[in-house]
């Protein structure tokens, strides 16, 4: 299972979450420990589901995004869940995909 992902930079810092995932986020200090973090997330989201008797939801297969003027920078990636493996086999796919955008000088 693939789940898109939104990371959010601010500051220094970065967070990202699930759409497909509500209450799934991860903070850290760089894009690349947010993407581990939101990893393990993920990975221990569905395993508490699965062992509640939650239905796991269907992975979205496009992840839509608007640029604002509170957020410095977004990106758009995913993760690759294996389905019904433990938490270990999850890990991120991919390199953060960053919109090109063109931003307002203050």
Same mark, same amino acid.
Request: with cysteine; proline share 7%; aromatic share 6%.
């Given at each position: ?27 850290? !200090? ?23 008797? !939650? ?24 993760? !690759? ?26």
């Amino acid at each position: 299972m693939r789940f898109l992902i939104r990371i959010y930079r601010y500051g220094e810092d970065y967070s990202a979450m699930v759409p497909d995932l509500p209450g799934c986020v991860a903070a850290a !200090e760089s894009v690349e420990k947010v993407r581990k973090l939101i990893t393990e997330a993920v990975g221990l989201h569905l395993e508490l589901m699965r062992e509640s008797g !939650e239905k796991v939801p269907t992975p979205s297969p496009v992840l839509n995004f608007a640029i604002d003027e509170t957020t410095e920078e977004k990106y758009g990636s995913w993760i !690759e869940v294996a389905e019904g493996e433990p938490v270990l086999a999850a890990r991120a796919t991919s390199a953060a995909a960053k919109p090109k955008t063109q931003r307002k000088q203050r």
